[in-house]
């Protein structure tokens, strides 16, 4: 699958009481990856014919990150689309490591519609190898 990488930076706003970088910062960092590697890929019809939401998120917190540390996000679609659905995983390493590892399930929605339909094969084949 084709991998797509971005830097995320922790800002002092991103850091919670514990001095790390908060959870829902990680979250809104995996959908703000995941959206990019979209952009990145998608022909500007598959864009303006369809859009992402996220079904589910499994995130794993493996080591604290500080303000003004930075991690590489790097992030690809797992196995082909189940229908509508996909995993996309994505990994944030940096110094010491890797801080978080997620697995998201996303479905695709029709704009026009507005509902969810069936990925379609040449969508699909924009995320493979």
Do not use: C
């Not at 002092?12 to 990856?33: K, S, T």
């Amino acid at each position: 699958m084709t991998r797509f990488e971005r830097s995320f930076t922790a800002q002092p706003a991103d850091i919670d009481e514990l001095g790390h970088v908060n959870n829902a910062v990680w979250v809104r960092w995996v959908q703000e990856v995941a959206v990019a590697h979209w952009a990145a890929l998608a022909s500007p019809e598959h864009q303006a014919a369809y859009f992402w939401v996220i079904l589910r998120h499994e995130i794993d917190y493996l080591r604290a990150l500080g303000e003004g540390q930075t991690v590489v996000a790097r992030t690809w679609v797992g196995e082909a689309a189940r229908g509508a659905r996909f995993d996309r995983f994505v990994e944030f390493t940096g110094e010491g490591g890797t801080h978080v590892r997620a697995k998201t399930t996303w479905a695709i929605v029709d704009r026009a519609s507005g509902r969810v339909t069936r990925v379609p094969k040449e969508v699909a084949a924009t995320f493979a190898a």
